[in-house]
């Protein structure tokens, strides 16, 4: 079993940073993607961005492109969340799963574990 925990939420200001962590615990494959997933009160879980373990390769939803960045740490079993320009939009729980590599990356029913999530609130 892999258990995930996410931490680095908080509130910040509109135009603000946050980075958040996703700790992983058990074995972690090499064939494994980690996402990111946020949810609002009231909306449905949606995708954020991903990350291969191996090659480290990403996707972004259009709605982050070009002000969030995955990155990890293999060493440490460590995914991160770089959130820059941040705006009121992206207040919302945000979460960490699992999955292998395989299919499509998007859909939050094909992750297979999932961290408690972390609460990340931007101020106007």
């Known amino acids: 079993q892999v258990q995930l925990v996410e931490s680095g939420g908080g509130l910040v200001q509109a135009g603000g940073s946050l980075r958040l962590s996703c700790a992983a615990s058990?074995?972690?494959?090499?064939?494994?993607?980690m996402g990111w997933f946020r949810q609002a009160p009231g909306k449905e879980r949606e995708f954020v961005g991903a990350?291969?373990?191996?090659?480290?390769?990403?996707s972004y939803a259009d709605s982050v492109k070009g002000r969030f960045t995955i990155s990890r740490d293999n060493a440490k079993n460590t995914v991160y969340l770089q959130m820059n320009s941040l705006k009121p939009e992206d207040t919302a729980s945000y979460y960490c799963?699992?999955?292998?590599?395989?299919?499509?990356?998007?859909?939050?029913?094909?992750?297979?574990?999932w961290g408690q999530g972390t609460q990340v609130t931007v101020s106007s």
């Open positions: 799963a699992a999955k292998y590599y395989t299919g499509s990356f998007y859909r939050a029913q094909e992750y297979d574990y």
């Open positions: 058990g074995r972690t494959f090499s064939n494994y993607a």
């Open positions: 990350i291969t373990w191996s090659g480290g390769s990403t």
